[in-house]
C-alpha cells in the first residue's frame, strides 16, 4: 500500500518547447523590467490588458473545445504556459478564476445557451468571474452554507453573505453557490450553483483589506437579489458534488507552488555566485524542494488529461507547496539580513515583504492544511 | 508506456515474493551478527536480478534503469540485507571499461569523495595498488571489488579480488558492514586493469551511489508508511483505533506527503538516468530531498508506533535505521544540497528558472 498515492511520470508532449519560448518572448515584450515587488503579487495581479492580450494569443481557454473560443490544446500545454506566466509573476488575476474553474464549471454543467454565451468571452480575456463560497460561518465548512435562494417567478431570489470573495470588485460574474432544499443526513445536499450578474439590484460589495492592505478579498452582501432561471449551473440540489469536483483541480496547479518564486529569484540574486556554505547549503534545499514539487503538480496534471481524477494526490501537492511557499520568505530573511518593508527600492525587500505579508493565505486558500491533511488521512484510510 | 508499466508491476509482484520469503527476522538477525544471507543472494542472482543494466552478453539481464529502479526499491523496502545496489554499480563500472563481472555479492571503492587510491607500476611487471578507502559496503563479504584508483597516466578501474588487503570491520546503524580496506602494494594484474572511460570517475560513482541509496530509502519510506498506518489502524487507545484522532491523522498525512515526494524525486533520478538527461542536478536532488523525508518519516514512523516500535522485537527499527544510515551514506543532505546551491548560485537568477525546467541554454 505504501503508493497509496499515484504519482505517474509525464512527459511533456513536443509543442511545449515552442510554447514556452513563445510565452517567454510575450513575457519579455508585455512586462520588460517587471520590478520584483510587482512579481510578488502573483496571480493577484489584475490587468485586464494583459489578460485581453493573453486571450489574444489563444492563452486563456486553451483546453476548451474550438466552438467556444477554446483552443484544444492539452492540458500539460496549458500547464507550461501557466508555470511560465508564474515564474515570471505575471499579473494573471484578471482571468485566473474565470478560466481556472468557472469556465470548466460550465463546460462540465452549464446549459448550451450558458456555454455559448460566456466561454467565449471568457476566452477573449473580457470576462471575468468570482467564487461565491465561503460566508461568515461557512468557511472549511462549506456544507454550512446559508445564503438562501428561493423560487420566485422566472427564476430565484437571493438573500445572505459571501465573503473572501476574491475580485468580486473588478469581476462581472459570480459562481454562487447557495441553499435551495434541506441539507438531507449527508449535509451534502439542498446545495445549488448559480451565475449571478455582479450589477444585480441589491448586491452590495463592500471591501476587505488584506494584511498588505491591499483590497482584493470583499464581502458580498445578497438582499433579494433576483436570478433568472436559466442562471441555475447544473443541477438544483447538485451543487456539492459541482463544488467538489471543482477543487480538485484547484489544488495542484503551478500556482501552488509558486507563489514565493519572486523572493526565490531574489534570494539568488542576492546570494552572488559564489554565495558561503550556509547560504549554498539553503539554496540547494529550496531547490531540491521547488524541483520535487514541480514534478509531483506536473504528474498529477498529466493524470488530469489521462483522465484519472487525483484528489488524493493533489491534496498532497498542495500541503507540501504552501508549505513551501510559506518557508521561502522565512529562510530568503535568515539568509540576507535585511528589514522588511512594503515597496522598498531594493527588489528582494520588497519582495520579501510583499510575500511575507501575504503567506499566511498560502495554506488557507483553496482549502486549509488541517482538511488537506484530512483528504490525505482518507487516502491513507484512516477515516 | 503502458506495456512497460505492466511489465514492472510484474517485476514488482515477483520482487515483493522473493523478499517477502527470503527476508525474515531470523535472516535479519544473522546478517547483523555477522553471516551473510547466502540463500537470499542465490535467489536474486537465480531470478537475474542482481545486473539489471548490464547486456545479457556480459552475464546481466540486460534491462532499463527502471528495472534497477524497482529491484533496489523493494530491496529497501524489505531492508534486505545484501549489496544489491553496490553490485549493480560494480557491474556498471566492470561493463563500462569492458572488465570481466564476477559472479557473486560485489562491492566498490572509493564510496567518499574525500579518498583515493593510487595504481602504480610495480618492478616486477603488473601494478601495485595503494592506499586506504573506509566505510566500504559489504567489504568483506564482497566476491570481488570495483575499484577506482589513479595512476600516472590517467584514472583506471580495477577489479581485486579478496586477499592480500587488511580489512577492519565497521557497520552502519543498521547492522550492515561498512568496512575500512587497506591496499599496501597489493598486486595487480595487467588483465584486472582497463582505462574508466569517459565520464565514468569518482564523481560519477559517488553520484551514482547516492541515487541507489535513494531509491532504497523511498523503499523504506513506503513500507514503515505502511507499517505505521496499519499500526494506528489495530492499537487502540481511549477506546478507539489512534488512526481515529486527528493529531495522529495529520501526522501520518504528513510522513505520506514526504513518502510521496521522495518518490517523485527518486522517480525523476531514474528518468535522467534512463534519458541521459542531467543526473547531476536531478540526482543531487533526489538524494537531498529523500534524505530530508527519511528524517521525517522515521521520526513521525516511532512517534505513531510509540514504545512498541522502541523495542528490538518491533520489526520498524529494520526500516528505519537503515533511514538513518543511508541518509548519511554517499552524501547526506548538506552535501547535495551545496552542491546543488552552487550551481544555481554560480548560474545566477535569470537561470535558475531556465535550470529547474530543464531549458536552460
Not at chain 1, 520588460?32 to 495581479?45: K, N, V
Not at chain 1, 489574444?56 to 473545445?65: K, N, V
Not at chain 2, 571499461?97 to 607500476?121: D, M
Not at chain 2, 569517459?198 to 553520484?207: Q, R
Amino acid at each position: 500500500m505504501g503508493q497509496a498515492f499515484r504519482f505517474d511520470p509525464v512527459d511533456l508532449p513536443p509543442e511545449a518547447a515552442g510554447l514556452r519560448a513563445d510565452v517567454r518572448a510575450f513575457l519579455r515584450e508585455q512586462l520588460g523590467e517587471y520590478p520584483a515587488g510587482r512579481r510578488a503579487h502573483s496571480w493577484s495581479g489584475f490587468s485586464p490588458e494583459f489578460s485581453q492580450a493573453m486571450g489574444r494569443r489563444g492563452w486563456i481557454a486553451m483546453i476548451w473545445p474550438k466552438r467556444y473560443g477554446g483552443h484544444e490544446r492539452s492540458a500539460l500545454e496549458r500547464y507550461v504556459m501557466l508555470e511560465e506566466m508564474l515564474a515570471a509573476g505575471a499579473p494573471v488575476g484578471a482571468h485566473w478564476v474565470a478560466d481556472r474553474q468557472s469556465g470548466p464549471l460550465l463546460l462540465r454543467f452549464g446549459t448550451e445557451e450558458q456555454k455559448a454565451f460566456f466561454l467565449p468571452k471568457i476566452a477573449a480575456g473580457d470576462c471575468y468571474f468570482c467564487i461565491g463560497m465561503s460566508e461568515p460561518d461557512s468557511g472549511s465548512d462549506l456544507a454550512a452554507a446559508r445564503t438562501r435562494a428561493v423560487r420566485v417567478e422566472g427564476g430565484w431570489r437571493v438573500n445572505g453573505t459571501k465573503i473572501w470573495t476574491s475580485n468580486a470588485h473588478h469581476a462581472h460574474y459570480m459562481i454562487l453557490l447557495a441553499r435551495t432544499g434541506e441539507a438531507g443526513d449527508d449535509r451534502h445536499g439542498g446545495l445549488s450553483q448559480f451565475i449571478v450578474d455582479l450589477k444585480t439590484p441589491g448586491l452590495q460589495i463592500r471591501p476587505i483589506l488584506d494584511l498588505a492592505g491591499e483590497h482584493h478579498f470583499n464581502e458580498v452582501v445578497f438582499e433579494d437579489v433576483f436570478v433568472p432561471e436559466t442562471r441555475l449551473v447544473g443541477t438544483e440540489g447538485g451543487g456539492w458534488q459541482q463544488v467538489t469536483s471543482e477543487l480538485a483541480f484547484e489544488r495542484s496547479g503551478p500556482e501552488r507552488i509558486l507563489s514565493a518564486f519572486a523572493v526565490l529569484v531574489e534570494l539568488v540574486r542576492a546570494a552572488g555566485p559564489a554565495p558561503d556554505q550556509r547560504v549554498a547549503v539553503a539554496l540547494g534545499r529550496l531547490t531540491a524542494h521547488i524541483a520535487t514539487l514541480r514534478r509531483m503538480s506536473l504528474s498529477v496534471a498529466g493524470m488530469l488529461q489521462a483522465g484519472i481524477l487525483p484528489d488524493k494526490e493533489a491534496a498532497v501537492v498542495k500541503d507540501l507547496g504552501t508549505l513551501f511557499e510559506q518557508e521561502v520568505p522565512e529562510i530568503a530573511r535568515s539568509l540576507i539580513a535585511c528589514e522588511p518593508e512594503l515597496g522598498s527600492d531594493e527588489a528582494f525587500v520588497a519582495a520579501l515583504s510583499r510575500t511575507m505579508l501575504y503567506a499566511p493565505s498560502f495554506s488557507i486558500r483553496g482549502g486549509t492544511r488541517e482538511i488537506l491533511r484530512g483528504i490525505i488521512a482518507r487516502g491513507l484510510g484512516l477515516r | 508506456m503502458s506495456e512497460m508499466s505492466e511489465n514492472h508491476d510484474l517485476l514488482r509482484h515477483s520482487l515483493d515474493r522473493l523478499f517477502t520469503q527470503q527476508v525474515n527476522r531470523p535472516v535479519l538477525e544473522a546478517a547483523e551478527a555477522g553471516t551473510f544471507p547466502t540463500a537470499l543472494w542465490s535467489a536474486l542472482e537465480e531470478a537475474g536480478l542482481t545486473l539489471p543494466m548490464v547486456p545479457a552478453e556480459q552475464g546481466g539481464a540486460g534491462g532499463t534503469a527502471f528495472d534497477a529502479l524497482a529491484i533496489v526499491r523493494a530491496a529497501g523496502s524489505h531492508a534486505a540485507p545484501v549489496p544489491l545496489p553496490e553490485t549493480m554499480l560494480a557491474g556498471w563500472l566492470l561493463w563500462a571499461c569492458g572488465l570481466k563481472i564476477p559472479a557473486g555479492p560485489l562491492s566498490i571503492a572509493p564510496v567518499r569523495p574525500e579518498e583515493n587510491l593510487t595504481l602504480s607500476a610495480n618492478a616486477g611487471g603488473g601494478f601495485r595498488l595503494d592506499g586506504r578507502v573506509t566505510r566500504i559496503p559489504w567489504g568483506r563479504d564482497a566476491r570481488a571489488l570495483a575499484v577506482l584508483a589513479t595512476a600516472p597516466d590517467g584514472l583506471k578501474v580495477v577489479l581485486v579480488e579478496p586477499g592480500g588487503f587488511a580489512l577492519t570491520p565497521a557497520r552502519n546503524l543498521a547492522g550492515e558492514p561498512r568496512d575500512t580496506l587497506t591496499f599496501t602494494g597489493l598486486a595487480v594484474k595487467p588483465g584486472q586493469v582497463a582505462p574508466a572511460p569517459a565520464g565514468v570517475d569518482g564523481a560519477a560513482l559517488h553520484l551514482r551511489g547516492a541515487v541507489m541509496r535513494s531509491a532504497q530509502m523511498a523503499g523504506a519510506l513506503e513500507r514503515s508508511l505502511d507499517f505505521t498506518v496499519r499500526y494506528a489502524g489495530e492499537r487502540s487507545q481511549f477506546g478507539r483505533p489512534i488512526g481515529r484522532f486527528q493529531a495522529v491523522q495529520q501526522q501520518l498525512a504528513i510522513f505520506a506527503g514526504q513518502t510521496a515526494a521522495a518518490g517523485r524525486a527518486v522517480d525523476a533520478a531514474f528518468e535522467a538516468l534512463a534519458a541521459g538527461g542531467d543526473i547531476a542536478f536531478v540526482g543531487a536532488i533526489a538524494k537531498a530531498r529523500v534524505g530530508e523525508a527519511a528524517g521525517q518519516g522515521a521520526a513521525i514512523a516511532h512517534q505513531v508506533h510509540g514504545a512498541m516500535g522502541f523495542t528490538r522485537e518491533h520489526a520498524l527499527h529494520y526500516g528505519t535505521r537503515r533511514l538513518w544510515s543511508w541518509r548519511d551514506e554517499f552524501g547526506a543532505e548538506s552535501y547535495w544540497q551545496e552542491a546543488l546551491g552552487r550551481r544555481i548560485a554560480a548560474a545566477g537568477a535569470e537561470a535558475f528558472w531556465p535550470l529547474l525546467t530543464g531549458t536552460a541554454d
